[in-house]
């Protein structure tokens, strides 16, 4: 039963690229977070989505980030233009329900770490 | 705004010694508080939910509890041992599944 995967888990990118991170929940999973972890800082909550919905972005800066959970396939969250200040680690999270009942974990995957030279 | 507080920021015990972290937060009312092992360049390991209805969970040499009126929680260790060596991650989950997360407890446990 594997856990929540992410690729890639190491990213290189030059100051104006295009970063995709994806994300493939467990299985039987249909809620997908994305947090991210700044160096020195703590992880902070970026975007929740489930199937071809995105339920609350409240943490995602206003621009040149964007993601995205469709109906097949990962989840991809996508940085345009990238700067120096986007160099994180990406968490995603799964789970199996909404969260609401104060039952569900969330199932972290390994992270991608993001270098922007 | 929820805000959550970890003391101490970091830790060094030796192998054996029963240890506490702690966890603040400022909202209670939240539907769960988690906490994660976070090992060096590495992920999130789930080590325990409770429930806001809750006082404590346990799992092997873990026993964490939750007294949510006040806003704290704390995780024990039992009998530390050096692969307890991480940073443990309290998160509360206070509604829409957004979970907010403290700093962190940087523990080192020497043998």
């Known amino acids: 039963n594997a856990g929540v995967m992410q690729n890639p888990r190491h990213l290189v990118r030059r100051r104006g690229q295009e970063a995709r991170l994806r994300c493939s929940p467990m299985?039987?999973?249909?809620?997908v977070y994305w947090y991210r972890q700044l160096p020195e800082e703590g992880l902070k909550f970026m975007v929740y989505?489930?199937?071809?919905?995105?339920?609350?972005e409240s943490g995602m800066p206003k621009e040149r980030f964007s993601a995205e959970f469709p109906k097949e396939g990962p989840s991809i969250l996508r940085i345009q233009q990238v700067v120096r200040g986007d160099s994180a680690a990406y968490f995603c999270?799964?789970?199996?329900?909404?969260?609401?009942?104060?039952?569900?974990?969330?199932?972290f995957g390994p992270g991608t770490r993001l270098t922007v030279l | 705004k929820q805000e959550v507080t970890q003391i101490p920021a970091a830790l060094s015990v030796p192998e054996g010694e029963n240890l506490v972290l702690n966890c603040s937060f400022t909202?209670?009312?939240?539907?769960?508080l988690q906490w994660f092992r976070q090992d060096p360049g590495k992920g999130l390991t789930s080590l325990l939910l409770?429930?806001?209805?809750?006082r404590e969970q346990t799992s092997g040499r873990l026993n964490a509890s939750l007294d949510k009126s006040s806003g704290r929680s704390t995780l024990y260790i039992a009998a530390s041992q050096p692969g307890d060596s991480a940073t443990y991650l309290c998160?509360?989950?206070?509604?829409?599944?957004?979970?907010?997360f403290g700093a962190g407890t940087i523990l080192r446990v020497k043998s």
């Open positions: 999270a799964s789970s199996s329900t909404s969260g609401d009942t104060g039952t569900d974990t969330q199932y």
């Open positions: 299985k039987g999973h249909s809620h």
């Open positions: 989505l489930q199937k071809e919905n995105i339920i609350d």
């Open positions: 909202d209670s009312a939240i539907y769960n």
């Open positions: 409770i429930q806001s209805s809750q």
């Open positions: 998160a509360v989950n206070r509604y829409g599944n957004k979970l907010v």
